[in-house]
């Protein structure tokens, strides 16, 4: 929370959902206000870590909607990503090495 509440710029605030939701959930109301004010200044600006992993992270219900079309594309591409790359790491480490 403290990431958020002490935070003097969107760069810091913004760590607050790079962690357990728990950790944050009796502030949400102020960081969803923060996302609704902000995004589209994000969108535009693009700062380093608005991401597509980053966005991924972002409760639903926290994009406004007018986005969530462009984040819904986000968070699938994030998402077949990382399990393309479990299951790539998962097929090499079963490969049987040729007898020598």
Do not use: C
């Amino acid at each position: 929370m403290s990431y958020f509440l002490e935070g003097k710029t969107d760069d810091i605030k913004q760590e607050v959902l790079t962690h357990n939701k728990k950790q944050w959930t009796k502030i949400r109301p102020q960081v969803k206000e923060w996302m609704f004010n902000s995004w589209w200044r994000w969108e535009e600006e693009k700062p380093g870590w608005f991401t597509e992993a980053w966005i991924a992270k972002v409760p639903p219900d926290m994009i406004p909607s007018e986005a969530k079309a462009g984040a819904k594309g986000f968070r699938a591409s994030a998402r077949r990503r990382s399990s393309f790359a479990i299951v790539a790491k998962e097929e090499d480490t079963r490969r049987v090495q040729p007898d020598s």
